[in-house]
């Protein structure tokens, strides 16, 4: 049996007041809350363990590099990776993209396709945008229709002997629409193109099987998934791993240096130049055992249950609309109040102790698509309530009463 209430017990910022109202945090999809379980590994670490990894023979570094390279082996678990060295810890899903995409440089030529969808994140639009500056190649783009959905159909279309890589998220952050990622693989595949999901959205919510799923390229942010920020994964094939070349240059990811030739050392540390964010990865395995003691199926039921429960009680409120109605999204409400900026709306709810996040959620071609500045986003996690939703509504009511 789920008991929230225990669990709220977990994250101490949970019983923080925000001018002076108990804390409703609805802001999950940008970034989730961290329980006690994840900063007493943070302290420990700090309080015991402090030493820079994989080059010293000294105890501290040792036992740092014992437990960083642990993390890995949960990471890997968790996503199914076949090994370990397929796993390389990046700052993020931003790092991630940007990682492969760099590597592409070297492999595309100037009439290949490449393909996006309608409904990324601009984390996942910008650094294609830059390579295919950089090759000459084309950048296609899956549309989307009103409910927040890819049209597949048109994917279809879009695929052909050109097509060299297609790259969409497994959740839109801004509207929450779960995409058909084994169908988008599959079909991919068919044509011998890679693809690479961006998992940012997904990971707080489920748990990928990433050689069920077949896929090439997978990334996530610990921070999404009760885990520190500033680190996160790039999942790849160890073949497209060998093939793609080092992003960046420094200590770690050397084999042997000379002035005349440098060799690179193997996966995962070819991509892992510098000193990294050692407690962050250590820190990302704990999250991801937290998480895995709750367990994502009932994570994703009761999330469930507050995302219905909150569309019913927020289109009850007259003149509110929501954008990304599919009934395969996650909990992600992303609304507007007729003629009212979300901006305005979200500063109401702020001064009511309720987080929630207002714009364009780093996705400015999804509002393009409904002619709209931006929306108000609540996004809820396995620690949020009905009672909270409750406020949520009453707070919405009285910025509708105040605005219009
Ligand atoms: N993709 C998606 C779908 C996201 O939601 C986010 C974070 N908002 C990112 C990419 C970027 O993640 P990060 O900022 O952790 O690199």
Redesign the pocket.
């Known amino acids: 049996m789920f008991k929230v209430h225990d669990i709220r017990k977990d994250f101490p910022i949970l019983s923080r007041k925000v001018n002076g109202k108990p804390l409703v945090y609805f802001d999950n999809?940008?970034t989730s809350q961290t329980p006690q379980q994840v900063i007493d590994v943070i302290v420990d670490y700090y309080s015991n363990y402090n030493a820079n990894i994989h080059r010293g023979v000294h105890t501290l570094s040792q036992e740092a590099t014992d437990l960083y390279e642990q993390a890995r082996q949960k990471i890997q678990a968790h996503f199914n990776a076949k090994f370990s060295h397929e796993i390389i810890l990046t700052s993020?899903?931003?790092?991630s993209i940007n990682l492969v995409a760099n590597g592409f440089s070297s492999i595309l030529k100037k009439d290949d396709e490449i393909i996006v969808s309608a409904l990324e994140?601009h984390?996942?639009i910008v650094p294609w945008q830059m390579l295919c500056e950089r090759t000459g190649a084309t950048l296609k783009v899956i549309p989307m229709n009103q409910e927040g959905e890819l049209v597949m159909t048109e994917y279809d279309n879009l695929l052909s002997e050109k097509t060299k890589l297609v790259f969409v998220?497994h959740i839109?952050?801004a509207l929450g629409t779960i995409n058909p990622i084994e169908s988008i693989i599959e079909k991919a595949h068919k044509i011998g193109a890679a693809v690479l999901i961006?998992g940012?959205?997904s990971c707080p919510h489920i748990k990928p099987d990433v050689q069920k799923l077949d896929v090439d390229f997978y990334v996530a942010?610990a921070?999404?998934m009760c885990g520190p920020t500033g680190v996160?994964m790039l999942y790849g094939k160890e073949e497209w791993l060998n093939k793609l070349p080092p992003y960046q240059g420094g200590g770690e990811m050397i084999a042997e240096v000379t002035f005349e030739k440098t060799t690179y050392a193997a996966l995962p540390h070819k991509f892992e130049a510098g000193t990294p964010n050692i407690c962050g990865g250590i820190a990302f395995g704990a999250a991801i055992d937290y998480m895995n003691t709750i367990g994502f199926d009932v994570i994703a039921s009761y999330e469930h249950d507050l995302l219905d429960y909150a569309t019913k009680k927020l289109l009850e409120i007259d003149g509110l609309k929501i954008y990304g109605t599919s009934k395969n999204k996650t909990s992600v409400i992303s609304f507007n109040l007729k003629g009212i900026h979300p901006y305005d709306v979200g500063t109401i709810l702020d001064k009511l102790g309720i987080a929630v996040r207002t714009g364009h959620h780093?996705a400015q071609p999804i509002m393009d698509y409904f002619k709209i500045p931006g929306t108000v986003r609540a996004s809820f996690s396995f620690y949020n309530t009905k009672s909270e939703i409750d406020i949520l509504v009453e707070g919405v009511k009285k910025a509708k009463m105040m605005l219009s």
């Open positions: 999809a940008a993020g899903t931003t790092h994140h984390s996942n998220n839109s952050n961006d940012a959205q942010s921070h999404k996160g780093c």
